[in-house]
């Protein structure tokens, strides 16, 4: 089955404990991105991945780490963090960038104390 | 900046209703606009992609169209069921490789 996958899809931490978020597609797909969604703000791009070892910055980056060692995976990193990273994070993927449908993952609930 | 809005923010039809879901572009340079449906807990689902050489495209009692002269779509719901209930959202890209959502216009059909 074609799909995105997200781990962990729930998670607790404290602030300073460094986390990592893996996400993992299966349909060779080049284009692969990461969103926050808050409430009243919507879906924001974090960072974006147009092909293996090329990533780049979205709309808030800050306090964000990402890299594209294979195609298939797209990990997000938050090395250090603080509450105003609590938030619900997709991940997505797509064929290419243009013309072409975006694949999400189920999201991962982080809160951090 | 790019900015997108959906008007409503939420809606309440009862079943069967025909409904029209708006979406707003601050840029009018849209270069291909998806919508997509979320239920509560889940991620997103594709719904419709208007690529860059589109105007319009149709899934079953799904149409969604953009006129890129004013940078707004619109996603029409045709004979609305129950199992329609969800946010609906749409997002741009304006040939930069960004993706930029709408906050979403949640929907509840009344059986």
């Known amino acids: 089955e074609a799909q995105v996958t997200q781990n962990p899809r729930y998670l607790i931490t404290v602030t300073g404990k460094k986390l990592t978020v893996t996400c993992s597609q299966n349909?060779?797909?080049?284009?692969m991105s990461w969103y926050r969604q808050d409430p009243g703000l919507g879906l924001r791009q974090i960072y974006y991945s147009m092909n293996v070892e090329v990533t780049d910055k979205g709309d808030v980056p800050e306090g964000y780490k990402v890299s594209r060692k294979e195609k298939r995976n797209f990990p997000l990193i938050l090395e250090s963090p603080s509450p105003n990273q609590t938030s619900l994070y997709f991940c997505?993927?797509?064929?290419?960038?243009?013309?072409?449908?975006?694949?999400f993952g189920d999201g991962t609930r982080l809160s951090i104390l | 900046k790019q900015e997108v809005t959906q008007i409503p923010a939420a809606l309440s039809v009862p079943e069967g209703e025909n409904l029209v879901l708006n979406c707003s572009f601050t840029d009018s340079a849209i270069y291909n606009l998806q919508w997509f449906r979320q239920d509560p807990g889940k991620g997103l689902t594709s719904l419709l992609l208007i690529q860059s050489s589109q105007r319009e495209q149709t899934s079953g009692r799904l149409n969604a169209s953009l006129d890129k002269s004013s940078g707004r779509s619109t996603l029409y719901i045709a004979a609305s069921q129950p199992g329609d209930s969800a946010t609906y959202l749409c997002a741009g890209d304006s040939g930069t490789y960004k993706y930029i959502f709408g906050t979403g216009t949640r929907l509840k059909v009344l059986a």
């Open positions: 997505a993927s797509s064929l290419g960038m243009m013309n072409q449908p975006q694949h």
């Open positions: 349909m060779n797909h080049e284009y």
